[in-house]
């Protein structure tokens, strides 16, 4: 028998692609790897390399190491509430007729807002003199006002993220558990297992590897967050809001190119280690249960 020649002609289907990739992400990243180890932008004398210098100066800036545990906190406290809340809302939510898709749309409205609208809306919302939201929580006999206290703009910050996003870890898990076959319940049913049972044997493994994927997605975009922040509060008062993609629009606003862009690169790799570890747990986890 003789072989037949194998059709490279998929190949052109996907060589646009990476054409588009290549001008999109790898072109420009070697643009930034390349600005991180030279000074170019020194208009007094030709660029010339200067190798790590960028990343030493920047790895020991304080304000650096500041906003990176800000950043940690941040993304951890935003996991802490949106999962567990993501959760509970999805097994509140009904599984038949017309309640589900009203409960559906109101769900992912949150989530069509661009970034910047979302801070604008909630920079006027929390306003201590005409937003609804700071009104109300004054009058009730709390001092609240997120332009002057850090505490304010933090939970202000946390709050707005939380209107903003939940709703994805609600649609995952919704997801997970209008796939469980009804035979599941009718047994769990003749069992006699409780509800806490039902929720830890049955639906939570359905909903494990959604959970996996939200728990990323909302590591990384919490991670870098930036115009919800910048919008509302601009990174005060003080640095109480500063995030990383903050100090690195700082960075380019003061036209430290150099720093700006070996920055760059130590927040990708800061991104790219983190989502890794996230996977790799998250990965054990499900596979030991």
């Not at 995952?172 to 319940?185: E, H, N, Q, R, T």
């Not at 990323?216 to 809001?241: K, Q």
């Amino acid at each position: 028998m003789v072989d037949k020649p194998i059709n490279q002609k998929a190949w052109l289907l996907v060589l646009p692609v990476f054409v588009i990739v290549a001008f999109s992400a790898i072109i420009p990243l070697m643009a930034v790897v390349n600005y991180s180890v030279q000074d170019i932008f020194n208009m007094s004398q030709p660029g010339f390399f200067v190798g790590t210098e960028w990343y030493r100066e920047i790895l020991q800036n304080d304000r650096l190491q500041d906003a990176f545990l800000r950043q940690l906190l941040f993304s951890f406290v935003i996991l802490l509430v949106q999962v567990p809340l993501g959760i509970a809302v999805a097994l509140a939510m009904p599984t038949r007729g017309f309640w589900v898709s009203l409960c559906l749309v109101l769900l992912a409205m949150p989530m069509l807002i661009p970034f910047n609208v979302v801070g604008t809306i909630w920079q006027i919302f929390a306003r201590e003199d005409i937003g609804l939201l700071g009104r109300w929580v004054n009058e009730l006999g709390i001092d609240y006002n997120y332009t002057a206290d850090t505490f304010d703009a933090w939970l202000t910050v946390v709050v707005m993220d939380v209107w903003h996003w939940t709703s994805l870890i609600v649609l995952l898990c919704y997801a997970g558990l209008v796939s469980i076959p009804d035979a599941y319940y009718q047994a769990a049913k003749i069992d006699g297992a409780s509800r806490w049972a039902v929720f830890r044997y049955i639906q939570l493994p359905k909903m494990q590897n959604v959970l996996m994927i939200g728990i990323l997605l909302r590591f990384m975009d919490s991670f870098m967050i930036f115009a919800e922040p910048f919008v509302l509060t601009g990174g005060g008062p003080g640095n109480a809001t500063t995030f990383l993609s903050i100090y690195l629009a700082n960075l380019l606003q003061a036209s430290e190119f150099g720093p700006m862009s070996a920055f760059s690169i130590v927040y990708f790799l800061i991104i790219l280690l983190f989502s890794w570890l996230f996977y790799t747990v998250l990965t054990r986890m499900g596979k030991g249960t």
